[in-house]
């Protein structure tokens, strides 16, 4: 089941929030949220739903040891083997074929390949379970006695299957105590409604735009033969703006259900295109998976000690593999991970120095060509594209690139204003008198009813939606 689905927002969800509200207790709630969550995933993954249970008791289970012998060998031994089971899992599932296919490249070696279907969120569920084992380990929060309170942190959908990647610490108070306030239920709706429209409205369309530009997996990237100079650098930024409506789409549905629902996520996504640096890109984009990888990965000892450039290589060579099990998401990981560098030795003071418009040319061209890595995971497509980047490919742009250019040029000029923080600007100003606000929330009332009808329509012609980071 996804979220951007008919099914979704006007069968299951409706029949969620009526059971959860007419439950007078917060321990009530916490069961209606379970057993809709577990419904939610065996929607879609009927088998794998008792591998999320099977996890989700390992890690209580460990939590509960790793509080009781902390500092201890039996509580090393217990992470230790908390590590290995949620690593394994992931490795087993996600990268077992990755690995077999490399290894059989190697002369007289000759194993079978793994056909394994990954189950969906196995990425943002074992992050979470990692997060919790080892946050409890360093005494940053105290072990969950109660295993359904767990489960809850766990499995809960809005979060479950695409993140972002939720601390239990975030969480741990409210999930014994919360109220839904008046406030939380317009701004968690609003959310919502924004999340939908930029997934069915936006995202949808600019997958269409790619398609049309790189062509798609399914054909081998055969649009890549043919790609122009302009083509390949418009093609990009469409993939790139495609990402972030998809992603921050989800994104704002997680927190909007969250908070209808009394929790408080974490931003995810936060203007990421108007960075200034690659640095500071990485603050605002994907905010939970890099936070976790620079909280647990980024000071691990290399061979025996603290090293700035490996724990960097180390993030940044995992950032990619998260992704995928693709040679093209690692070239990708590792790219960024030469910029952070560089921009780390630079120093932050002189980043800062660097002009405003020189700044903002150097980070989008960066990001743009970071997305054409990230798409083309034929590493012969890949070495078209880059040909195309610097004018060998073929020419500087044809009658095709004009007419899809032409075609698009709307939605792509609307993609890019509402990337950037725009709207919040004028929110900003505009809420500065109390005419001002109460003009605001008429808009927003508006606009969202708008959004919402509009989706729906769209989402009649829609028989598969899913969002893109389901399969990581």
């Known amino acids: 089941m996804v979220f951007a689905d008919e099914l979704f927002l006007f069968l299951f969800l409706p029949l969620c929030l009526a059971f959860y509200f007419i439950m007078p207790r917060v321990q009530m709630k916490n069961n209606v949220l379970i057993l809709f969550s577990l419904v939610f995933y065996a929607w879609g993954e009927q088998l794998y739903l008792l591998l999320l249970l099977a996890s989700s008791l390992i890690n209580y289970a460990a939590g509960r040891l790793l509080q009781r012998y902390r500092d201890t060998e039996t509580g090393k031994a217990c992470l230790t083997l908390s590590l290995i089971v949620n690593i394994g899992v992931l490795v087993a599932f996600k990268y077992s074929g990755f690995i077999a296919e490399n290894l059989n490249l190697i002369p007289f070696i000759d194993i079978p390949v793994p056909d394994m279907h990954m189950p969906i969120g196995i990425s943002f569920f074992t992050f979470q379970n990692i997060s919790y084992t080892l946050d409890v380990w360093w005494d940053k ?22 993140g972002p990647i939720v601390r239990y610490s975030a969480i741990a108070e409210e999930i014994d105590e919360r109220k839904t306030t008046l406030e939380d239920l317009s701004a968690g709706f609003s959310r919502l409604i924004i999340g939908v429209a930029k997934k069915v409205i936006i995202a949808n369309n600019l997958n269409s735009a790619v398609t049309a530009v790189l062509g798609q997996s399914s054909d081998g990237y055969a649009a890549a033969d043919s790609l122009t100079t302009l083509g390949a650098w418009y093609g990009a930024i469409l993939v790139a703006l495609w990402y972030y409506f998809d992603f921050s789409g989800y994104s704002d549905i997680a927190i909007g259900l969250g908070r209808i629902f009394g929790f408080h996520f974490d931003e995810n996504f936060n203007y990421p295109f108007a960075c200034k640096s690659i640095s500071e890109f990485w603050q605002r984009w994907h905010i939970s998976l890099g936070s976790f ?63 405003r418009a020189l700044a903002h040319i150097y980070t989008k061209i960066v990001i743009v060509v970071g997305f054409g890595i990230f798409y083309f995971e034929s590493l012969s497509s890949l070495g078209k594209f ?42 900003s100003r505009a809420s500065r008198s109390t005419s001002g606000t109460a003009v605001i929330s008429t808009v927003g009332v508006l606009c969202n009813v708008v959004l919402l009808a509009v989706s729906a329509i769209l989402l009649l012609n829609t028989t598969n ?8």
């Not at 000892?301 to 995928?324: D, E």
């Not at 020419?395 to 919040?424: C, D, E, H």
């Open 293 to 355: 990888f620079r909280d647990y990965l980024l000071y691990v000892p290399i061979f025996g000690k603290r090293r700035k450039y490996g724990g960097l290589f180390l993030v940044w060579f995992c950032t990619g593999l998260w992704h995928g099990a693709s040679w093209n998401f690692i070239l990708w990981g590792l790219y960024y991970g030469v910029f952070i560098a560089i921009e780390s030795a630079i120093g932050k003071k002189r980043m800062k120095r660097m002009p």
């Open 465 to 472: 939606n899913p969002f893109l980071y389901f399969r990581f």
């Open 141 to 162: 929060t105290g072990a969950q006695r109660s295993f359904r309170k767990y489960m809850l942190y766990i499995s809960m959908f809005p979060q479950l299957v695409a």
């Open 386 to 427: 880059f040909k195309a980047l610097v004018g060998l490919g073929s020419g500087l742009t044809n009658a095709v690139t004009n007419t899809i250019f032409m075609q698009y040029v709307f939605l792509f000029a609307a993609a890019i204003l509402l990337s950037l923080p725009i709207i919040k600007a004028i929110k």
